[in-house]
């Protein structure tokens, strides 16, 4: 298959991807278009067979929930059996936005899009391309991110062509992701509500609108509310440690352990920043959690195609702001 990538940055250009998008889903097909977190491999959500085949490009276990994507009020009530007043008020507050509401579901939504669970993750994206996509079909789309399973999630059209070339007939360039990383997922099928997957939308800013949250979801779950759920998740194809030193000199006795040649060693700061003598690249990232999570795709998909075997990210603070960043993190390095 040949896959056609299509600008979208100018009126007319934006017109013709939408077009040509929203073509394409109406006849079933799968598409990856770009959202402000990170860009989805998009398939009518109400559609079983065209979900199903998101599944299949991307090799992602049938137990992995999908999230709908809406651009409208009315078109998340239609996918939800309850809307409760908790969520009028997340949806006022956080909406359009990086925000997954969890609701119980209603019957147009087809099993494999949950998982076979009785929830569905439902979120209005804020990117106008997405948008504008959506509401010209006039259904949701199911949208998870536009990678292979288990692996990097894409931030640019780049991205996602490295990885499903040749898998859908269309990207639509939108740009860089001015998110960065998936949503914060919020349960509003339990009381009280618990956040299910942390984003940029934390737990302080859910809580002042929202009244108490519970701690973690309970472990051990039958069926997945929402992705990004997995132990070992969103990983480059090099191992990840995370890493604190307070000189480079312990930076450098620290990686000496791993056996690896230092021109095979990335390192990926944010405070502390090493000279980068004999590694094969030192990136910086600012010591500001929104800027870190914008960038922190990118650098690893950078680390991986420079053949990275390691790539070595300084530990972040343990603060509210970077948790959604730290859970990201340790996933990707769950398998060290």
């Known amino acids: 298959m040949n896959t056609e990538i299509l600008p979208s940055d100018s009126p007319e250009l934006f017109e013709l991807a939408v077009h040509r998008a929203v073509e394409l889903l109406r006849a079933g097909q799968v598409v990856a278009l770009p959202t402000e977190t990170v860009y989805g491999l998009c398939a009518n959500a109400l559609d079983p067979l065209a979900v199903s085949n998101i599944f299949k490009i991307k090799g992602r276990p049938a137990n992995n929930p999908i999230i709908a994507h809406v651009a409208t009020l009315e078109m998340a009530k239609r996918c939800v059996?309850?809307?409760?007043?908790?969520a009028d008020a997340a949806a006022r507050a956080f909406w359009p936005g990086p925000l997954t509401l969890v609701l119980p579901?209603?019957?147009?939504?087809?099993?494999?899009?949950?998982?076979?669970?009785?929830t569905v993750g439902i979120r209005w994206p804020s990117?106008?391309?997405?948008?504008?996509?959506?509401?010209?079909?006039?259904?949701?789309?199911?949208?998870?991110?536009a990678n292979l399973s288990n692996?990097?999630?894409?931030?640019?059209?780049?991205?996602?062509?490295?990885?499903?070339?040749?898998?859908?007939?269309?990207?639509?360039?939108?740009?860089?992701?001015?998110v960065g990383i998936e949503?914060?997922?919020l349960d509003l099928s339990v009381c009280p509500s618990r956040v299910l997957r942390p984003?940029?939308?934390h737990?302080?800013?859910?809580?002042?609108?929202?009244?108490?949250?519970?701690?973690?979801?309970?472990?051990?779950?039958?069926?997945l509310k929402s992705p990004g759920m997995l132990e070992k998740h969103y990983a480059p194809r090099a191992r990840v440690a995370i890493v604190s030193w307070q000189s480079e000199h312990e930076l450098n006795v620290q990686t000496k352990r791993l056996g690896t040649p230092p021109g095979k060693i990335h390192i990926i700061a944010h405070t502390r920043v090493p000279s980068g003598q004999d590694y094969g690249s030192v990136n910086v990232i600012p010591h500001d959690a929104e800027a870190f999570a914008r960038a922190i795709y990118a650098q690893l998909h950078q680390c991986d195609d420079?053949?990275?075997?390691?790539?070595?990210?300084?530990?972040?603070?343990?603060?509210?702001e970077w948790s959604a960043i730290s859970d990201r993190l340790h996933r990707a390095a769950h398998s060290v």
Do not use: Y
Request: with cysteine; aromatic share 2%.
């Open 81 to 86: 059996s309850d809307w409760p007043t908790l």
């Open 105 to 118: 579901r209603s019957e147009a939504i087809p099993d494999v899009l949950t998982a076979g669970g009785s």
């Open 127 to 145: 990117h106008p391309l997405m948008q504008a996509v959506i509401q010209r079909c006039g259904f949701p789309l199911a949208a998870p991110s």
């Open 151 to 178: 692996q990097l999630s894409p931030t640019n059209a780049t991205h996602v062509a490295k990885q499903l070339g040749g898998k859908i007939p269309l990207i639509v360039d939108g740009g860089q992701a001015q």
């Open 183 to 185: 949503s914060t997922v």
């Open 199 to 201: 984003g940029v939308i």
């Open 203 to 223: 737990n302080g800013a859910l809580a002042a609108v929202l009244g108490e949250l519970a701690s973690s979801p309970e472990a051990g779950e039958a069926v």
């Open 306 to 320: 420079a053949g990275a075997e390691w790539i070595i990210i300084e530990s972040v603070p343990d603060a509210q």
